[in-house]
Nanobody
């Protein structure tokens, strides 16, 4: 079994910064990609940023130039550095591990964290 634990959310003023972390633990040999999603009240969950095993990244247009996704392979941890935050960034942010492999040839599945609240308000 694999667990994802997010941390780093909170209340921040517009223009401020936060760094989210997502630590994956359990039977992990490798992970194909890790992603951050967010869901604001009354809205659908949307992809914010993704990073592949090889380090390729992509971002939602709404966060390009403001958010940076990175990872520490040794710690199975992914980060989301958020800067120039806006009230519209307010949401619950979820970490997703897509394609977790227990060992070569054995794929255990996809996993989600429990979410961390980010509130941008003055």
């Amino acid at each position: 079994q694999v667990q994802l634990v997010e941390s780093g959310g909170g209340l921040v003023q517009p223009g401020g910064s936060l760094r989210l972390s997502c630590a994956a633990s359990g039977s992990i040999f490798s992970i194909d990609a890790m992603r951050w999603y967010r869901q604001a009240p009354g809205k659908q969950r949307e992809l914010v940023a993704a990073i592949t095993r090889g380090g390729n990244t992509n971002y939602a247009d709404s966060v390009k130039g403001r958010f940076t996704i990175s990872k520490d392979n040794a710690k199975n941890t992914v980060y989301l550095q958020m800067t120039s935050l806006k009230p519209e960034d307010t949401a619950v942010y979820y970490c997703n591990a897509d394609g977790v492999w227990e060992r070569v040839g054995v794929r255990s599945g996809d996993y989600w964290g429990q979410g961390t609240q980010v509130t941008v308000s003055s």
